[in-house]
């Protein structure tokens, strides 16, 4: 609307000036008898003018059309008509101008522009010249104005969907053309838009911006540019953008050897560009060689893998991503069944004669191995009947002690819940002597920080096997250190000996036969201690017994004192207690408060210096009035069923036995103890308890009176390790001795045997004197009897039933 008065008054008038100077042959003019013309873009118009021949009489004439150009306010002639010469068109023009064809000789001045561009807006004169006739005859031209209007269309517009997060900030930016220039309007919704704190108009409008994008905020704009010819309008959605979210995440699958496996990942996630990705045990299952050919990821995210073979069973994992936020994933297992195969069979196998040896049968199998049949020299083997063969869990075939019978042909056959892919083939087994060495080792080697140890070994085969190979390792499989290290043949020597190298050493010697393995210490003398370790403990309410190991002396001969650190645990100063005796692997730290966590760590030092600190444990004591709880280690508590005879509830409890030991004697071993020093009257019975493992059992059958402190006991196992508690049990709870350690040495097992073997043949020989002289007594009796008439019925008395007691505790 605003366009009508585009041409304002001052510069009309300035027009009007240059024309009546410049121009002195046209016209007059205020315009005001202009013609006013409105066009529309792209359209055309005819300009009407008349030709008004002097006196009507026609004559000749020149038709010329002119535009004010420029600032200037030049004429420029937009069309020349003469008669029938080639008619001219300005520039700009060419193509677009054409006369009005008319009858009338009166109308043929008018013009017809077409295709009209905003640039034709102006002013425009008809001018027609009569030839023949002077030049002061010549006639005003007519003027014309003419508007060109455009509806109103769009140079910029938002994205037709733009993904926010609330809280963010953006600008709708809606840029419009047209004449006259359109107005631009933002709806949301179908609602106009309020401006308010967050949300604004800028710019003329063409800016819609809003800040802090909240719920509310969330919907379609839109934006409206319009004029009188016209508007438009275009709408943004604002929606909020998602990450992508698993809608159907893969299941876990069984399938069979050769069936087909789908897995689906379907997510959504705005915008919706989602990739998927798969990956097997964490690799990209593009790049599993593997699976290369049979595996396709479908449009739809699902994973296929057609067919399934033995080895694809494992993790299955599909991380799905439209790019914003973090990619989620979803795992699913799947799992391969197929029937027991073999994977591998050795044509010849190897059994040392006279050692332990083993048949290989090489099994795969899912679900797990049921049972393995085996043949020899082409019949069953029945396993079960002979000891000496054992056919392992994992199918193969143990011969306890190999024998040259053993030697033969050999197959197996593994069955699983699938059933089987076949036998094996045919496996020749020989019984062949294994490796000796014919230099061993000295079983110890002890050497000061900074020497050099050398260590001998040497093997040799046996006829008709190979050469054994020789190599060391540590037994606690800690490496050797390479450049320390140097081996010739089986003989290794360690440079600059620090006291890490302190350890077991063992010399391999292995062919195809056997490997035999030979084992030596190596001490290093003159360090600082070793840390203690596997540190445990029990608490009561106000006490700690602390035990631990004692980690290496630093010498051969070297004494190791402890001390224990302690502190309320992550606060205070440690409190540093000095074990006595000095050497004792156990501790009791009193004065303690209840339900109180406490750090404990041992330190040892010998003279040499103070060792490393053991690893911290943590103790909670007891709740006054708590149950005695299950004793913690490092490794966690031990089990539970320590203490399950222990009677329930806490109640006043004795002090703890004291001074436990365990001495051999001539018929077995000797537990003794004391006592407790406190409350010894609420002693209602003892119960020992020993372990070999971690597992704690009860020694004695039946209760321990209160009055006895010492047990024999017969039946150790040579070679092991005892540890023996003895608890003071009250009515309603009870008190640990001290942990005591017990070597049994390795003679023992034999001398055991050897002793209830003579046990018994002494008991048997007892029992004969016994019987011979219950009788000769008897007799005795009889006799007397006969001669005093009396009977004697003390007589049948032995120590017999004493004996057997012992004997029913083997
Ligand atoms: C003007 O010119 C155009 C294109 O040649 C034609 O279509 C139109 O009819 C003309 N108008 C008049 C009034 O002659
Ligand atoms: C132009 O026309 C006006 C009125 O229409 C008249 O007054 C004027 O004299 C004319 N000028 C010429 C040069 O004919
Ligand atoms: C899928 O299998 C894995 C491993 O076997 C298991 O941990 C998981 O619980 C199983 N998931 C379902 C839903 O059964
Ligand atoms: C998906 O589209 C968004 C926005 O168009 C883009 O930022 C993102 O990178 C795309 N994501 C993927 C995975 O192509
Ligand atoms: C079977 O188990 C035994 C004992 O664990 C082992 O020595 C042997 O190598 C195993 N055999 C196979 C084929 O895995
Ligand atoms: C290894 O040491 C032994 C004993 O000293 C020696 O007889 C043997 O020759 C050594 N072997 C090699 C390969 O040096
Ligand atoms: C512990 O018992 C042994 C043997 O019975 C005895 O020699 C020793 O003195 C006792 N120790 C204490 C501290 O009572
Ligand atoms: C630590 O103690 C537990 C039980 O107390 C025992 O089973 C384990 O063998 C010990 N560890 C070592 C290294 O001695």
Known sequence: MGWRAVQPPHIAAGLLLLLLVNLPVTCHQDHQDAVHITAILGESVVFNCQVDFPEDIPVPYVLQWEKKVGETGQDIPIYIWYESYPTHSGEGYEGRVSRVATDSPYGAASLNLTNIRESDQGWYECKVVFLNRSPNQHKNGTWFHLDVHAPPRFSITPEDIIYVNLGDAIILNCQAEGTPTPEILWYKDANPIEPSGTVGIF???????????????????????????????????????????????????TKLEGEKVQFSCEA??????????????????????????????????????????????????????????????????????YPAKVTFTPTVQYLPFRLAGVVQCYIKANPPLQYVTWTKDKRLLEPYQTKDIVIMNNGSLLFTRVNQNHQGRYTCTPYNAQGTQGSSGPMEVLVRKPPVFTVEPEPLYQRKVGESVEMHCE????????????????????????????????????????????????????????????????????????????????????????????????????KQDYTIWYREAGFSEWTKVPVTPPGATSVTINRLQPGTTYEFQVNSKNTIGEGMMSKAITIRTLDVGAKPKVPTTAAGPIDEKIF????????????????????????????????????????????????TDAQWKTLNRGQIRPEETSYLVKNLVGGRTYYFRVLA???????????????????????????????????????????????????????????????????????????????LFL
């Open 203 to 253: 710019n003329d409008g063409t800016e819609l911006r809003i800040s802090n994008i909240r719920h509310e905020d969330i919907g379609d704009y839109t934006c409206i540019a319009r004029n009188g010819e016209g508007q438009v309008s275009h709408t943004a959605r604002v929606i909020i953008a998602g990450g992508a979210v698993i809608t159907m995440p893969p299941t876990n699958q």
């Open 268 to 337: 959504k996630a705005l915008p919706g560009n989602v990739t998927v990705k798969w990956f097997r045990e964490g690799a990209p299952v593009a790049e599993v060689a593997a699976l290369e050919t049979r595996v396709t990821i479908r449009r739809d995210g699902a994973l296929v893998i057609n067919p399934v073979a033995a080895d694809d069973s494992g993790q299955y994992l599909c991380e799905v991503s439209n790019g914003i936020g973090d990619p989620q994933s979803a795992s699913a297992y799947l799992n391969v069944e």
């Open 459 to 558: 093997a040799q085969e046996s006829e008709g096997t190979q050469r054994p190979s020789v190599t060391w390792r540590r037994r606690d499989g800690l490496p050797l250190q390479k450049n320390r290290v140097r081996a010739v043949g089986g003989n290794i020597t360690i440079d600059t000996l620090r006291r890490q190298d302190f350890g077991i050493y063992q010399c391999v010697a292995s062919n195809e036969v056997a490997t035999i393995v030979a084992d030596t210490q190596l001490v290093i003398e003159g360090t600082q201690p070793h840390a203690p370790y596997n540190v445990s403990g029990t608490a009561t309410e106000f006490q700690v017994t602390l035990r631990w190991q004692p980690g290496y002396a630093g010498g051969p001969d070297y």
């Open 644 to 691: 399950q005879n222990a009677p329930e509830g806490s109640g006043p409890k004795p002090g703890p036995p004291r001074n436990l030991t365990v001495t051999e004697v001539h018929n077995g071993f000797l537990i003794t103890w004391q006592g407790p020093l406190e409350r010894a009257q609420l002693v209602q019975y003892y119960t020992i308890k020993y372990r």
């Open 729 to 807: 049990n009250s009515a309603t709870s009870y008190e640990s001795s001290d942990e005591v350690r017990f070597p049994v040495p390795a003679r023992v097992k034999h001398k055991a045997i050897t002793a209830g073997v003579v046990g018994g043949i002494l008991f048997f020989i007892v029992a004969i004197i016994l019987s011979v002289c219950a009788v000769k007594i008897c007799n005795k009796r009889k006799r007397r009897k006969q001669e005093k008439g009396e009977a004697n019925t003390r007589g049948g008395r032995s120590p017999v039933p004493d004996i057997s007691i012992h004997g």
